[in-house]
C-alpha cells in the first residue's frame, strides 16, 4: 500500500513557474513508477509525465514537452513536477499516481495509487 501526498499547487500568471511536490509512504519506493495527471474540469484525466523507478526514464505529454521536468528522490521518498512558461491551459487539478513496476504506462488504469490532488490557477 502506498499513500501519496501532493503540495505545492497555487495561483501563478502566465508565463511563471510552479513546482509540485508528491510524498510517498512505505520502503519501496523506487519500484514504482510515478506519474503526473491532471484533470481541467469537464475533461478527462490525462498523464502529464511519468518517470520509471531509477529516474533514468521518462515521458512527457507532447502539451508540456520542453517546459515540464519530472523528477524524483528516492531518499526523500519524492517526486517533482517543475513546471515553467505556464500557460491557461495547463490550469487543472494535478493528480501524483504509483504503478507498482519498470515500465511506464499512459493510461489512468494502470495506476493503482493516487493523492488527493493539488489545485493549479494559471490567470492570464
Known amino acids: 500500500q502506498v499513500q501519496l501526498v501532493e503540495s505545492g499547487g497555487g495561483l501563478v500568471q502566465a508565463g511563471g513557474s510552479l513546482r509540485v511536490s508528491c510524498l510517498a509512504s512505505?520502503?519501496?519506493?523506487?519500484?514504482?513508477?510515478m506519474g503526473w495527471f491532471r484533470q481541467a474540469p469537464g475533461k478527462e484525466r490525462d498523464l502529464v509525465a511519468a518517470?520509471?523507478?531509477?529516474?533514468?526514464?521518462?515521458y512527457y505529454a507532447d502539451s508540456v514537452k520542453g517546459r515540464f521536468t519530472i523528477s524524483r528522490d528516492n531518499a526523500k521518498n519524492t517526486v517533482y513536477l517543475q513546471m515553467n512558461s505556464l500557460k491557461p491551459e495547463d490550469a487543472a487539478v494535478y493528480y501524483c499516481?504509483?504503478?507498482?513496476?519498470?515500465?511506464?504506462?499512459?493510461?489512468?488504469?494502470?495506476?493503482?495509487?493516487w493523492g488527493q490532488g493539488t489545485q493549479v490557477t494559471v490567470s492570464s
Open positions: 499516481a504509483a504503478r507498482p513496476g519498470l515500465s511506464i504506462r499512459t493510461m489512468r488504469s494502470e495506476y493503482a495509487y
Open positions: 512505505g520502503r519501496t519506493f523506487g519500484n514504482y513508477v
Open positions: 518517470i520509471g523507478g531509477t529516474g533514468r526514464s521518462t
